[in-house]
């Protein structure tokens, strides 16, 4: 239940970003929302599996409560962002998805390191466990890198005037994306042996090594990505500031809901290949297919 809920709770903040680049762009948004909306739709159905879904046991206090606590944030954010939070003079409503873009850029961070940490443990012990994790940290960062490449966009069409620029700061995030996704795409070819989970988890910590390049790539290469939080940049509006921290503080219990549930998922499936492998070695896979 807390996966779905955490699901819904994306599309729910994907959705809101649409709205708000169809509203403030109308006449080009069309060009662009439309096919992301599209690309959407296909990696949501291509995530849903044909399999049988796996039991996982009952659901920790603990993570009840955090999917309780991100249920409440939730509605706290967005009240926040589209009551509370003023309209930017110059920006308009574009400027909300500031609020979005942010904290999933935080996220993301958040989920690629934890990846990257389970990659590193388990090529020194080579323990389930901490593949688990980076597996997990893998997966749950492309969500949160693809909000970032899509609401990035819509920004920068309103600031720039154009959708992709090549930006120090986005090819960098955009060549982190692609490391995980290779991350995924290795994990995701079948049953993943002792080969391909060493190969992974050096991507993965290959990947931890670029995350510093993305945040200081604006001061060192002058990019024109604005740094509006730092020191070296405007700033923000006082009455803008609950919206955004409730957002940071909002999109840290969604990645570690989705980590801990995506975690939980994994070492599920690890026991069942460990009992398969081992009903295998004993002869009793063979005994059922001459029965059948």
């Known amino acids: ?15 809101a ?16 929302v439309v096919p992301v909306g599209f690309f959407g739709l296909g990696a949501f159905l291509l995530t849903r599996k044909n399999d049988p879904p ?5 659901v920790p206090v603990p993570h009840t409560i955090l999917g309780a606590i991100t249920i409440v944030l939730s509605v706290a954010s967005l009240y926040t962002i589209f ?18 873009h942010v904290p999933s850029a935080y996220a993301m961070y958040v989920a690629f390191v934890t990846s990257a940490v389970g990659s590193a443990v388990y090529l020194w012990r080579r323990d389930e466990r901490w593949d688990a994790l980076a597996v997990s940290g893998a997966e749950v960062g492309l969500i949160f890198v693809m909000i970032v490449l899509i609401t990035g966009p819509l920004w920068a069409r309103k ?3 154009t959708y992709w620029t090549w930006d120090p700061r986005l090819t960098t995030t955009l060549l982190a994306g692609m490391i995980y ?10 049953q993943a042996g002792e080969a391909e989970k060493r190969f992974a988890s050096a991507l993965g910590f290959l990947g931890l090594l670029l995350l510093p390049v993305i945040h200081y790539s604006v ?7 604005p740094t ?25 219990a969604l990645v570690a809901l989705l980590i801990w549930s995506r975690y939980r998922i994994e070492r599920v499936k690890q026991r069942v290949i460990a009992l398969e492998l081992e009903a295998a070695e004993s002869g009793l896979l063979e005994e059922e297919g001459a029965s059948s």
């Open 17 to 32: 970003i649409f709205a708000i680049g169809m509203v403030s762009m109308a006449g080009h948004a069309g060009r662009f």
């Open 1 to 15: 239940m807390s996966v779905r809920l955490a699901s819904a709770l994306l599309w729910i903040a994907l959705g």
């Open 181 to 190: 996704v290779a991350f995924n795409v290795l994990r995701g070819l079948g």
């Open 83 to 100: 009551v509370m939070a003023p309209v930017e003079l110059q920006m308009g409503i574009v400027q909300k998805i500031f609020y979005f």
């Open 159 to 161: 600031a720039w005037g």
């Open 219 to 225: 001061q060192r290469w002058r990019g024109q990505h």
């Open 54 to 58: 796996l039991r996982v046991g009952p």
């Open 228 to 252: 509006v939080i730092t020191r070296a940049g405007g700033g923000i509006h006082p009455d803008m500031v609950p919206a955004l921290v409730i957002g940071f503080v909002l999109f840290t």
